[in-house]
T-cell receptor
């Protein structure tokens, strides 16, 4: 699985969009970009995943660059409950193991 | 999605003893995984558990220390054997491949917080 790089921490004002970047310059053609988050003392929660097209669901949007070397997770209107560690993972076919990096600790500030 | 429960939710154990953690899923699933999360750290994969075969362990984890069972498609156990304080962690079960669903993401249990004294 390709290695991903994320900033260790970010702040975001409540109600504003939170844009979390991820670099995955060695991603291969069949690897998807997955995002999970872990709210303190809970198990990780799946957010979204994509291959090369932008994706949107009820939680977030995922923007993947055309060369697929980086992506951005967008939380359109961050709330205090979005304070968590966000993990970006490059992963191959289904049932591949999920390898977690250190992630980005997002703090949503009132 | 899948609802995953783990027992116990937390425990305090003495060194040298063993603890078995149970993971129960409300749906049949293809794959089950066990992770460890040490204090202040990210998650580390311990092993992958498939029904009907032995678990596949990641580098640094061995079956004698972390025996795993997967008797059916909805249940698995992880045993932490001969515990030492370094085993104090949160242990998480995750699943993938919920029967009847075509999406492929992992769902995680709430974790078991283990403290070894």
């Amino acid at each position: 699985d390709a290695k991903t790089t994320q900033p260790p921490s970010m702040d975001c004002a409540e109600g504003r969009a939170a844009n979390l970047p991820c670099n995955h310059s060695t991603i291969s053609g069949n690897e998807y970009v997955y995002w999970y988050r872990q709210i303190h003392s809970q198990g990780p929660q799946y957010i979204i995943h994509g291959l090369k097209n932008n994706e949107t669901n009820e939680m977030a949007s995922l923007i993947i660059t055309e060369d697929r070397k980086s992506s951005t997770l967008i939380l359109p209107h961050a709330t205090l409950r979005d304070t968590a560690v966000y993990y970006c993972i490059a992963r191959g076919t289904s049932y591949d193991k999920v390898i977690f990096g250190p992630g980005t600790s997002l703090s949503v500030i009132p | 999605s899948a609802v995953i429960s783990q027992k116990p939710s937390r425990d305090i154990c003495q060194r040298g003893t063993s603890l078995t953690i149970q993971c129960q899923v409300d749906s049949q699933v293809t794959m089950m995984f066990w992770y460890r999360q040490q204090p202040g750290q990210s998650l580390t994969l311990i092993a992958t558990a498939n029904q009907g075969s032995e678990a596949t362990y990641e580098s640094g984890f061995v079956i004698d220390k972390f025996p795993i069972s997967r008797p059916n498609l909805t249940f698995s156990t992880l045993t932490v054997s001969n515990m030492s304080p370094e085993d104090s962690s949160i242990y998480l079960c995750s699943v993938e491949g919920v029967r009847g669903q075509e999406t492929y993401e992992q769902y995680f249990g709430p974790g078991t917080r283990l403290t070894v004294t």
